[in-house]
C-alpha cells in the first residue's frame, strides 16, 4: 500500500489526493496485479512447455529408391543390399548370403518383393522396408548388433 500511495501523482505535489482517487488508483492497481497474476500461472507454465524441446524418434522415412544402396552394419557383421530388398549378409569375413530377397505367395501367383517395395524407414540401430499390396502389408526389418557376430531379418 505505501508504494501505491508514494506513486499518486497529485502527492508529488504536496496535495491531498480524495478518497475518490485513492480508490480508483487501487482499483487499477487490483487490477493490474490480477492480470499480472493471470500471466505469472496461467501463461508462463503454458510459454516453458513450448520452449521445452519434445523428445524426436531418430528416422528417416521416405518412398523407396530401388537404386539406393543400403547398408545395415555393426562391426563384426553387416547387411548390404539396395533399397528394393535385394541384401547380402556378411558375418566378417564370411558372406553368407547373396541376392536375398522376398517372393510374396498369393493364391497362385508369385509377386516379387521389390515390385511391392514402398517405403524405407532408417534409424540407428536398423532400417525397414515396407512392401504393401492391395490386400497386405509387410514390414522387413533388417538389423545388425553393434558388436557381435549375426544378424536379424
Known amino acids: 500500500m505505501h508504494i501505491l500511495h508514494a ?4 502527492e508529488q505535489h504536496g496535495k491531498r489526493c480524495s478518497r ?6 487501487r482499483i487499477y492497481a487490483s487490477f493490474f496485479l490480477v492480470v499480472a497474476a ?3 500461472f496461467v501463461l508462463a507454465p503454458a510459454r ?4 521445452q524441446p519434445t523428445p524426436r524418434k531418430l528416422e528417416l ?3 523407396i ?3 539406393e544402396f543400403l547398408p545395415v552394419t555393426g562391426t563384426r557383421a553387416a547387411l548390404f543390399g539396395h533399397e528394393s530388398g535385394q541384401m547380402e ?3 566378417y569375413p564370411l558372406k553368407l548370403l547373396r541376392d536375398f530377397r522376398l517372393v510374396f505367395h498369393e493364391g497362385d501367383h508369385a509377386i516379387p518383393a521389390e515390385v511391392l517395395a514402398r517405403t524405407v524407414t532408417v534409424r540407428p540401430e536398423s532400417a525397414t522396408i515396407v512392401y504393401s499390396s492391395d490386400t497386405f502389408t509387410v514390414r522387413e526389418t533388417f538389423f545388425v548388433p553393434v558388436k557381435e557376430q549375426g544378424a536379424v531379418i
Not at 506513486?7 to 497529485?10: A, E, Y
Not at 516453458?48 to 520452449?51: I, L
Open 7 to 10: 506513486s499518486l501523482p497529485n
Open 20 to 25: 475518490r482517487a485513492i480508490a480508483s488508483t
Open 38 to 40: 493471470a500471466f505469472l
Open 48 to 51: 516453458a512447455q513450448e520452449t
Open 61 to 63: 522415412s521416405r518412398p
Open 65 to 67: 529408391r530401388p537404386w
Open 89 to 91: 549378409a556378411w558375418i
